[in-house]
Every structure is written in C-alpha cells, then in structure tokens.
C-alpha cells in the first residue's frame, strides 16, 4: 500500500518510518480505548457523571458538543460523553437533550450551517431572531451566548 501511494518501490527506511506510525497509532487508540473503559466502570458507582481527572500528562479533551477545548476538571462525564461545564449545565437545565452529545446526527452547529449552506454566522442568528430557524441556545455561566444548536427535528425546513 505504501508502495502505491509512493507510486514507486518504498524503501526500508519509509516502511520502518509507517510502521513505527501505525504501532503509535495504535498505542494511542488503545490508551484512549482503556480510558473510557475504565470511566464507563466508574459510571456504575456514579451515575450522574463525574468531574473529569486531571490528566497526568496535562493532556486535555474537548466537549462533544461545543468542541471547546477542556482541562481535567474543567470537563464532564456521563453517559453522553464528554463535555464542558457549560454544554453539562445546559444538559442538566433542559436547554439540550443530552443525546446531543453521542448522536451527532441529530443536530447542526452555527458552523454546520455555514458550511452546508454558505450562511454567514449573522445571518444565521437573524434566522434565528425572525423564527426562520430554532436554536437551542446555550448560555455562559454570565449569561452570554456560548453555542447554538439546532435540532434537526425543530428545523424540518432546512
């Protein structure tokens, strides 16, 4: 395979350089693999989720729904995934359904719809303010706007 991208012989050198990057690949999907496994273990004991642990390597996550990027207990999880204080706390009030944040299918984001349709992010917020569009808002612990979403299920016409 690497012979054909190549688009000629590959050399010892190039081989052993794919294979140490797919064996690292592979070392990361399975740490990442037994990481969520043990987490979803521990939901058995805390059903309502549970601050994420300060990652030993100072690595961080991002939410499943804002993609915002999260540091140990800056982040959340249950059974929906990971996600930030913010997107939990509009879980947790009922702005968002928490399938949300494993059903990906469900909903667009403000940048979905720019891409999908070229829609600048204002005229996507206008469409939302005349009723053209349903957003379910998502609102900062100050009251400001943090992210939009937009169930498929509320905006048929799209």
């Given amino acids: 395979m690497l012979s054909k991208r190549l688009g000629r012989e590959a050399t010892d050198e190039e081989t052993f350089e794919s294979a140490n990057a797919l064996m690292n690949l592979c ?17 058995k004991t805390e059903p309502h989720g549970f ?3 300060i990652s030993i390597s100072g690595g961080s996550y991002n939410c499943g729904i804002c993609y915002a990027t999260i540091a140990g207990e800056q982040g959340w999880y249950d059974q929906y995934g990971i996600k930030c ?20 299918k469900s909903w667009w984001s403000a940048h979905d719809l720019n891409r999908m349709f070229g829609w600048h992010h204002t005229t996507i917020y206008k469409k939302v303010r005349t009723g053209e569009l349903k957003a379910r808002i998502i609102k900062s612990s100050e009251g400001a706007n943090h992210y939009y979403v937009f169930l498929k299920e509320e905006n048929v016409n799209i």
């Fill in 27 to 43: 070392e990361a999907l399975y740490s990442v693999a037994l990481r969520l496994r043990h987490w979803d273990e521990r939901l």
């Fill in 85 to 104: 204080r913010i997107c939990q706390r509009a879980v947790e009030d009922g702005t968002i359904p928490g399938a949300v944040c494993s059903d990906k």
């Fill in 51 to 53: 601050a994420l642990p």
